[in-house]
């Protein structure tokens, strides 16, 4: 081979060889860069309030969007008394269960219910001046619920502080006043530490200021924070669940079917029902106050009162079945009872859902008696509605039956009350009495023919 040949190609190799490998430096390099650029995701959700069915879902709601954004991390900021147990247990199968970090910072509180959620996150960080503890299952009244819900909780607590490999015991301690631990409590006392003494008995990770600063301890930099808020469509949700709303709601629901009872195939009065009856019930339901048994139990009181109202004679058990199922049912979906359980329930939540009902119910019946009046008279009610008298002298005549009835006898054909059908020698006629209810196939005797419906009465011999 021609030595001159040879370097010219082995040069030509070597710049080559040279350029490929200046690429591939350049390629593994912007992808490095690229890695190291990407932000960490961290949600921010918040726990202010106290617990109970609405905190439940905006939990639920929460982490589902974390999982949707693919959140690296999610931050709790919490500052709340504790709340209803049943929703507290909820929220921490929530927690347990979620795959990623859950950071908690106690900005203040983490009482009762809240010592329990903070407990079942992996990290638990304070605030100067914060405490948690003090789990001691309450009613409504503040007073110390019986033992077995303070066993519920005591085992709840051990199971959370044990998987999260925190003190079982101490745990316990938060509930049950009757534990003693060495050096940490005597007899007679619930734990209520504050952030050093969390610190030190390991239910707390550090004492920071900020959650800027729990991410810095965790060696995150490069972050972006985004907050968790509900969307407009929850927001309306949590609107329509003031009692004050949820009585207007009734109202509506007990206007619109009286309204489109007296003008049968409007509609709209009874589309405003409906829609009002959805917008009570929809809410409720969503958030956990609403339960399947109580929603069936307003259908089948609305049900017992239309057909005591149509079907069955006078005004008997149906009727008052229907209306203590409908009322009773309609205060229910907006308590958080557990089957007639109001052990955890505030008074003044039943207070209130107990005004709502009755204030929209008397309100339906002024809005009947006032309303109706006024109604007639407007303008939309008398394009719908025939309010005018019709007058012989404006050509309207009553075409009386074609051969005389008076004093014939028939039989009911259906039921009068008052108004039905009767038949008399094998034809049907409209019919009416003086006000008495008669049982279909009754006889009956025409007392008047002179309209198209004909004035009846029952004939007992």
């Keep these: ?57 905006y939990v639920e709601l929460a982490l589902k969007h974390a999982e949707s954004i693919k959140a690296d991390v999610v931050l709790v900021e919490m500052d709340t008394y504790g709340g209803i147990l049943t929703d507290a247990k909820e929220i921490v199968d929530k927690i347990m269960d979620f795959k990623k970090p859950i950071w908690v910072y106690i900005n203040s509180d983490a009482a009762s219910a809240g010592a329990l959620i903070a407990i079942a996150c992996d990290s638990i960080y304070m605030s100067p001046g914060a405490s948690i503890g003090a789990a001691t299952v309450v009613n409504a009244t503040g007073e110390k619920a019986p033992d077995k819900y303070q066993s519920y909780m005591r085992s709840i607590m051990r199971s959370t502080a044990e998987e999260n490999g925190r003190n079982p015991r101490i745990a316990e301690g938060m509930v049950d006043e009757r534990i003693a631990i060495d050096s940490i409590k005597k007899e007679g006392e619930v734990i209520t530490f504050s952030t050093t003494e969390a610190i030190k008995y390991g239910f707390c990770e550090a004492k920071v200021n900020s959650l800027e600063e729990i991410l810095q301890r965790n060696g995150i930099q490069n972050y972006e924070l985004i907050k968790f808020e509900l969307s407009g469509t929850e927001k309306i949700i949590a609107f329509f669940l003031n009692p004050f709303i949820s009585g207007l709601l009734i109202l509506i629901i007990i206007g619109g079917l009286w309204f489109e009872l007296q003008t049968p195939g409007v509609g709209f009065p009874l589309a405003a029902a409906v829609t009002a009856l959805i917008l009570y019930l929809v809410p409720y339901y969503l958030n956990g106050l609403a339960e399947n048994w109580e929603v069936l139990a307003l259908f089948a009181g609305i049900s017992l009162i239309i057909i005591e109202l149509f079907v069955i004679p006078g005004f008997g058990i149906a009727g008052i079945s229907g209306i203590v199922l409908t009322v009773g049912s309609l205060v229910l979906i907006m308590l958080n009872n557990d089957v007639f359980d109001f052990e955890f329930v505030p008074a003044n939540e039943l207070m209130y859902a107990v005004a709502a009902t009755l204030g929209g119910i008397l309100g339906g019946i002024l809005l009947l008696f006032i309303g109706g009046v006024k109604l007639a008279d407007t303008r939309v009610f008398k394009r719908i509605a025939l309010t005018t008298t019709q007058e012989t002298t404006q050509g309207f005549v009553v075409k009386p039956a074609p051969e005389p009835l008076k004093g014939k006898r028939g039989v009911a054909y259906t039921v009068l009350r008052p108004a039905g059908k009767v038949m008399i020698d094998e034809k049907i006629y409209d019919a009416y009495t003086r006000g008495e209810y008669i049982e279909k196939g009754d006889a009956i005797e025409v007392l008047d023919d002179e309209t198209t419906s004909l004035r009846v009465k029952k004939v007992t011999d």
């Design 1 to 57: 081979m021609n030595p001159e040949h040879f370097m010219k190609t082995a040069f030509r190799d070597a710049c080559v060889f040279r350029i490929k490998a200046g690429l591939l430096l350049l390629l593994l390099t912007g992808l490095s860069m690229q890695v190291f650029a990407q932000k960490t995701r961290v949600m921010l959700m918040e726990i202010k309030t106290e617990i109970d069915p609405r905190t439940n879902r």
